[in-house]
């Protein structure tokens, strides 16, 4: 193996590594590309002198050589992996997509698994095998190359070789073009070609044109065969020493790969993930710059002194188990400690201890056959296959375990609110605003809450309430449709409207002693700065939610306007485990920032002096003095950043029954 190839692999997995560990280096996940350009170069190089040597291709030789290459690497990382989640990883979401990726990892369909659903479908970190969808991509060509290096050995006993080089030359350039510009189409031009009915069955399997042209091995195929082009040209070359060109050709390369990567920070705007920093440009450019690298550094000096000195070769040699861990390693310490510059250096340091190790002690002597000797590749092959099977089965068993251990509910248990149930008793439908009547259906008072998602979130403490109270109760509630006046043109589409008129009828026919009102105002708060500045939208909210109450309390004796709960910036339910039960809680005053300005607002709205219309805020609920937290008492109070579990809207019981008997005894 030329020494220089070595050096590439450990500056590509060096760039992979600055890029994943806090996005240090912006394009450093360019490195991918160059390690699929190394591979097509390096295995047409080995294919090219069997056949020179033996006159034939041993196809089934390839394949074991390969399987016995990657397999036992990938099995002790999938191993460990396997144990990390089940220690640092959530039971709510994070340790089932291990579970899949398992099985994805020792399948190679790895990016088959991600396409439906993005690189950060349920966040990086939570996902410690994610960067297998590369190896996937590059064993997906290795399982093709030996039927197509057989079918050209077959074509050129057959015709002459004028005639099968031009065959062999026409055919690779026709489609690494074809590859490459459905490439850029799919990730630069999606908007002009999305039309297009050819795409509809991607669309069907939720699979978007900017995911398939990140992940596909046809998207991905021009990647390798720029390698097997170069090493095409290198194998024809009569020059075998080093001139003029080969040194410049090299320096051009190099020029490209480092521009290549630099540049694209620019050109990803800042965003700080792959999908939104995979550009064609600085792709093209890396690809051509590591096959200009691979093509004249033969025999070149300075690509001896810069890239084949004894640290790149050994990192190179390492460079394969160095990726496979370095991810699952960064995965699980950045939940124990959490991410910084002192954590990407020792992971790194760790990566490359590890993968030295494993290169040394496992891999190369299984693939070299002094260890395991008599275990057959095709062994190899279903023992990875059937243990990443029988640890998804574990997996299924253990999991939910983990989640009543942590959470007080199994994974899987819906958790469904009292609205999202059917009715027991008796209900009440106006349109399309329909209602149980919940509590005490003879009650002689009558409660109902009304608004978006937050009022289906608070439904079953309402309920439990009114219920505390002797009154009967219902719930009206529409996900996306605030509780305003029925012309509002805050979500003014045509459901919300009607939603809205028929709820003041069902209001008007209940005649209820009290209206709760709980709507996600920060939502609308948004969604009006699109078209406004932001004290416009605040004005507008304010004149709206006025105008509303005011007409409510024509319907009834008493309003509660009760405001969401703290919004916090993460999803607890990803963030929980056994090392961590209740996650890292938040410092208040970032949580309260975050909607105190439009809490203020609506507190200003009401009149001071109508003691009619009360405010109900639960900060001081989820929130100490110092921090707030979405689990109470080992209990998941939330299902979501804003929304509240049916435990979390049952903690509010007591706050609710108090201003609801305020409103009653005025």
Known sequence: MRADIQGLRAVAVSLVLLFHFGDIVKGGYLGVDMFFVISGFVITQSTIREIRESSTFDWMNFLKRRVRRLLPGAAVVLAFSAIGALIFLSPFGPQQETARMIVGAATYSTNFLLMPRGYFAIGSGSNPLLHFWSLAVEEQF??????????????KKRISATVFHLSLSLTLISVISISCLLYYLLVEKTASIDHYSVFDS?????VTLENF????????????????????????????????????????????????????????????????????????????????LLVSGTNLRISQKVLGTKVFRSIGDWSYSIYLWHWPLWAFATRLVGPGWLMAILVSVISVGVGAIQFSLFENPVRLKKIWRKVPSLGLVA????????????????????????????????????VEKPCVGNSITVGNARSCIYSNPEGERTAVLVGDSMAKSLSDGFAKASENLGMKSAVFSLAGCAFLLENSPIVSNDTCASWRA?????????????????????????????????????????????ATLNSTMGE?????????PPRFAKDVRYEISLIKP?????????????RSSVNLLEQMTIAADDLRIQVLNFDDIFCGQNTCTQVVEGQLMYEDFDHLTPQGSLLLVGKLEEKIKLLLSL
């Not at 991607?202 to 939720?206: G, V």
């Not at 009834?556 to 969401?564: A, E, K």
């Open 142 to 155: 290795y399982a093709v190359w030996p039927f197509a290096v057989l079918l050209f050995i077959a074509l």
């Open 202 to 206: 991607l669309k069907q399997r939720n």
């Open 213 to 292: 042209g990140f992940y596909s091995p046809f998207t991905r195929a021009w990647e390798f065969l720029a390698g097997v082009l170069g090493s095409f040209i290198v194998s024809k070359s009569k020059e075998t020493l080093p001139n003029f060109w080969s040194g410049f050709t090299w320096v051009v390369g190099a020029i490209s790969v480092t521009f290549s990567v630099l540049v694209i920070g620019s050109l990803g705007g800042g965003k700080s993930n792959i999908e939104s920093t995979s550009h064609a440009l600085p792709t093209l450019l890396c690809v051509l710059g590591t096959t200009s």
């Open 383 to 418: 023992s990875m296959i059937t243990g990443s099977v029988v640890v998804a089965a574990c997996y299924s068993w253990l999991v939910p375990k983990i989640a009543l251990q942590i959470a007080g509910r199994v994974t899987g248990d819906s958790a469904l609110h009292i």
């Open 502 to 546: 028929n709820v003041f009828d069902a209001i008007q026919f209940l005649q209820p002693d009290v209206v709760v009102i709980a709507n996600l105002s920060s939502l609308y708060i948004d969604i009006l700065n699109q078209t406004s500045n932001p004290q416009e939208s605040m004005d507008f909210w304010a004149s709206e939610l006025g």
């Open 556 to 564: 009834t004796s008493g309003v509660l306007l009760v405001q969401p």
């Open 582 to 594: 209740i996650g890292e809680p938040e410092e208040r005053s970032e949580v309260q920032i975050r």
